[in-house]
């Protein structure tokens, strides 16, 4: 059984950051590209980065490029997102998604999610 957790999420002011973390079991992470999603209340599901299958190229939207980080400790199945330098605009439910196929920047494209974990930031 596939099972991505979120966590890390929280209220923080503008200008600060936040890490948040995906725990992923019953997949093998390196197998999948990992992206991280968010959704802001009455709006769609919207990419923020990714990183490859197998690798370590990553890609990012442009709102957060500079100010985000993806990375991946294969050894523990997880995956991150640093996020400095946050905006209110940052404010959204924030969510791992694994995808087998290929390479997308579309939520549809991604096979499993986490539940999502809430990041706050205030002006």
């Known amino acids: 059984q596939v099972q991505l957790v979120e966590s890390g999420g929280g209220l923080v002011q503008a200008g600060g950051s936040l890490r948040v973390s995906c725990a992923a079991s019953?997949?093998?992470?390196?197998?999948?590209?990992m992206g991280w999603f968010r959704q802001a209340p009455g709006k769609e599901r919207e990419f923020v980065a990714f990183?490859?299958?197998?690798?370590?190229?990553?890609y990012y939207a442009d709102s957060v490029k500079g100010r985000f980080t993806i990375s991946r400790d294969n050894a523990q199945n997880m995956v991150y997102l640093q996020m400095n330098s946050l905006k209110p605009d940052d404010t959204a439910v924030y969510y791992c998604?694994?995808?087998?196929?290929?390479?997308?920047?579309?939520?549809?494209?991604?096979?499993?999610w986490g539940q999502g974990t809430q990041v706050t930031v205030s002006s």
């Open positions: 019953g997949v093998f992470i390196l197998s999948y590209h």
């Open positions: 998604g694994a995808g087998a196929g290929s390479l997308t920047m579309t939520a549809a494209g991604y096979d499993y």
């Open positions: 990183i490859i299958r197998g690798g370590d190229t990553t």
